[in-house]
């Protein structure tokens, strides 16, 4: 168990809708960040987090959105759904930027 | 940008040693690390190297020379249970005042036979 909780497990939906993906850090952890890893690749990091404030964007859609609470949950926000999206969305957290990084169990997104 | 490279796939045989590579091209390197995914599941940690050298922790160790852009994992005893993915990552600090960005490479896909 990473400490690291992301809800929901599974997600259906369809091309056009909006789902929001939630994730709780590691108590402690200051650091949360996001990733999207389709089937057979690569994991590909989309944004950071720091204390409730951005802190880095990787390959995010405008599509896609997120938000880290003063409590430090963090959202991430996908919407105008495609085919495409359909991935497992990872979360992860950390105390600090250049220290490991610990995974929640992903949510797994499909698109009907 | 960057660019990290490892096998796709390796196969090695139960009790055996196996070396993963990791070659790497960044600005600003901060740090490596390696993880291991089982399928559908959630990356989990392994090592972390910031200086040359070897780490060891218990069957698995990891290598790192940053004036060769290079790592290896070595997973010795192997047993079937690391039959997995082995995703090498790569921190690098873009710009000062930044915070560090972590890369993954695609990963390799060791399979553990008997």
């Known amino acids: 168990d990473s400490g690291v909780t992301q809800t929901p497990k599974h997600l259906i939906t369809a091309t056009g809708q909006r789902v929001t993906l939630r994730c709780s850090p590691r108590?402690?952890?200051?650091?949360v960040y996001w990733y999207q890893q389709s089937l057979d690749q690569g994991l590909q990091f989309l944004i950071q987090?720091?204390?409730?404030?951005?802190?880095a964007k990787g390959n995010i859609l405008e599509r896609f959105s997120a938000q880290q609470f003063p409590d430090l949950h963090s959202e991430l926000n996908l919407s105008s759904l495609e085919l495409g999206d359909s991935a497992l969305y990872f979360c992860?957290?950390?105390?600090?930027?250049?220290?490991?990084?610990?995974f929640g169990d992903g949510t797994r997104l499909s698109i009907l | 940008g960057q660019n990290i490279d490892q096998p796709t796939e390796m196969t090695a045989t139960e009790g055996a040693i196996v070396q993963i590579n990791c070659t790497y091209q960044?600005?600003?390197?901060?740090?490596l690390f390696w993880y291991q995914q089982h399928a559908g599941e959630a990356p989990t940690f392994l090592s972390y190297?910031?200086?040359?050298g070897l780490e060891e922790k218990g069957r698995f160790s990891s290598f790192l020379s940053r004036s060769k852009g290079y790592s290896y994992l070595l997973l010795k005893e192997l047993q079937m249970k690391d039959s997995a993915s082995y995703l090498c990552?790569?921190?690098?600090?873009?710009?000062?005042?930044?915070?560090?960005?972590?890369?993954f490479g695609t990963g390799t896909r060791l399979q553990v036979t008997l």
């Open positions: 987090y720091y204390n409730g404030e951005e802190r």
């Open positions: 108590s402690g952890d200051l650091s």
């Open positions: 190297n910031v200086l040359d």
């Open positions: 960044t600005s600003g390197f901060n740090g």
């Open positions: 990552a790569v921190s690098s600090l873009p710009n000062t005042g930044t915070a560090s960005k972590l890369t």
């Open positions: 992860a957290s950390s105390v600090a930027s250049n220290q490991p990084q610990h």
